[in-house]
């Protein structure tokens, strides 16, 4: 795995190279970051050796005189690049890029570091670049408008060269995926980070954690700090401990539950429902999230009938194309009338709680099953 390569080149004290970050999981991503800098951070003269590079407001030419200048006083020196906008790269930037990717001396850590929102996963491991649309997708003309090096056809909002970048950083660079963990990955990095601070928890601690928070790690460390700081690190922390001292994800719930009901996984929007009542999210706060969740898909499916292909409809309502990609896979499969009815279904809870002295989780509750029943026989 690309990631035992970097730990392996950290260990040995051999850090050069190519080095292509990507991913969800920002925690992670970050510490290996802060790993590779303390490989420079500690040399006489650090602000010599470590280059951050802004492609937004400098030159690619630039770039090339920072990687072939030699280091300092040290054995090797490191460059990152930052504000690299896959939707604006440009062919012959990428292919200015791609040559000093091929041609990096062995005393550089090059570091191409992305953010989830910067770059889609599925375009740097194959996703729908250089491939047909799946059926639903339903293209137009102007939906792709480049060919790349190796004939792959660029993806229509992120910018001509982003496939010959990932391309050459693919071939020349090690690739690092830094996913989301779950599971017994996710615990485990939990139960480390309690006994880094001297301190037990048993499971049901560990997994109503991750039930309560979420899988983000930058929120779970948090969390975990304020339970290191707090009367119950006296002992094992336990399952109330976590329920007395942390706060839940209500964002995090409330995005989960408006996904697992438009892929329509009933059993989950039932469980995640009821974690969300029993820590008293507020009910506008998930009325509203579900009412502009369906607007834009509303919006989307109305922009595809005139003809707007992804990326237009992207600009349009400021969202990645990926996800406006992933929207239209969801609407393919669903019924004829299926937004509309969710919509009315959604004005008509607002209005009963704007209206009538009622239970907000019982209309609620009945409004997403009707939701998530719609078309079943």
Not at 1 to 12: A, E, G, V
Not at 166 to 192: D, M, Q
Not at 294 to 302: K, V
């Amino acid at each position: 795995m690309s990631l035992d390569i970097l730990k392996q080149r950290l260990k040995s004290d051999k850090p050069c190279g190519v080095y292509f970050f990507y991913g969800k999981e920002e925690y992670t991503k970050d510490h290996y970051v802060r790993e590779l800098r303390k490989k420079v951070t500690s040399s006489p003269l650090p602000e010599f050796n470590h280059i951050v590079f802004d492609a937004e407001k400098s030159d690619v030419s630039e770039f090339f005189e920072a990687v072939f200048t030699l280091p300092y006083m040290w054995d090797y020196k490191m460059i990152e690049i930052k504000n690299l906008d896959p939707a604006t790269l440009t062919k012959e930037d990428a292919q200015e890029y791609s040559k000093v990717i091929s041609e990096t001396p062995d005393y550089v850590i090059l570091l191409f570091m992305f953010r989830s929102w910067e770059l889609e996963d599925s375009l740097v491991e194959g996703g729908f670049s250089g491939s047909k649309a799946k059926k639903g997708n339903r293209p137009t003309k102007d939906e792709s408008d480049s060919e790349n090096d190796d004939g792959q056809t660029a993806q229509k909002g992120q910018g001509k060269g982003i496939s010959t970048l990932i391309n050459a950083l693919k071939k020349h660079g090690t690739t690092v995926n830094f996913p989301n963990e779950s599971g017994e990955r996710l615990e485990n990095w939990i139960r480390k980070h309690f006994a880094a601070g001297k301190v037990s928890a048993d499971r049901a601690a560990v997994q109503t954690l991750i039930a309560l928070c979420g899988n983000d790690m930058y929120t779970l460390h948090n969390e975990i700090e304020k339970l290191l700081c707090s009367e119950a690190a006296t002992g094992t922390i336990s399952q109330q401990d976590v329920l007395d001292y942390c706060c839940p994800n209500e964002n995090y719930k409330v995005y989960e539950l408006s996904d697992s009901l438009a892929g329509g996984d009933l059993k989950k929007v039932k469980r995640i429902y009821d974690n969300l009542v029993i820590n008293k999210t507020d009910s506008s706060l998930l009325l509203g999230y579900l009412s502009k969740l369906y607007s834009d898909m509303l919006f989307i499916q109305t922009s595809l009938d005139e003809g707007l292909s992804p990326g237009k409809i992207a600009q349009k309502i400021k969202k990645g194309e990926w996800l406006v990609r992933r929207t239209i896979s969801c609407l393919a499969k669903k019924p004829s009338g299926y937004i509309e009815f969710a919509c009315e279904c959604i004005d008509n809870a607002d209005r009963k709680l704007k209206r009538y002295s009622v239970n907000p989780y019982i209309v609620l509750e009945i409004m997403l099953f009707r939701i998530g029943l719609y078309g079943r026989e």
